[in-house]
């Protein structure tokens, strides 16, 4: 493990570690080649490494292309995954699948908001994670910024 993320997950509760932890797993578990793991905006990022996409975040090139990130915050265990908020069917896909199990999806364009461990849904998180690999989100990527223009 990334000493910045083991610091990182340090912080927290027992409890809360447990919980990052048994995420964490899932997600690197599910995670397509390619995508690294790291600390980046005070949260376990996982991003497009430079080696492979040497622009990096349009934003500031000097950051790699964040793809997904997992943090713990105030009241919730929060899940970004830019896919999500790239892909209106994704969304829908992973509300209909979460809200037929768990009741109301707390959300944003890109966060998932998990109040309790029981509300989290691992084994859809580890579908969810396997479903855009690099060189996918690469292409999206770059098409969304050529749309912007």
């Known amino acids: 493990m990334n000493q910045e993320v083991r610091e990182y997950i340090e912080k927290f509760s027992i409890e809360d570690q447990a919980i990052l932890n048994e995420l964490r797993r899932t997600i690197l578990d599910h995670l ?3 995508f690294e793991e790291t600390l980046t905006y005070g949260m376990i ?6 080696s492979l996409y040497p622009k990096g975040y349009h934003v500031d090139p000097s950051l790699p292309l964040g793809f997904m990130a997992l943090a713990k ?3 919730s265990y929060n899940f970004y995954h830019m896919g999500l908020y790239g892909d209106p069917q994704l969304m829908s896909w992973f509300k209909i699948n979460y809200e037929a199990q768990y009741g109301r ?4 364009k890109s966060c998932l ?3 309790s461990k029981e509300k989290i849904p691992f084994d859809l998180i580890g579908i ?3 479903k855009i690999s690099v ?4 292409l999206a990527y770059e098409s969304n910024l050529m749309s912007r223009k």
């Open 32 to 34: 397509p080649l390619g």
């Open 45 to 50: 990022g996982y991003v497009v490494p430079h």
């Open 73 to 75: 915050q105030k009241h």
């Open 105 to 108: 999806l707390d959300h944003g």
């Open 113 to 115: 908001r998990f109040k």
């Open 128 to 130: 969810l994670v396997e």
């Open 135 to 138: 060189q996918d989100y690469i």
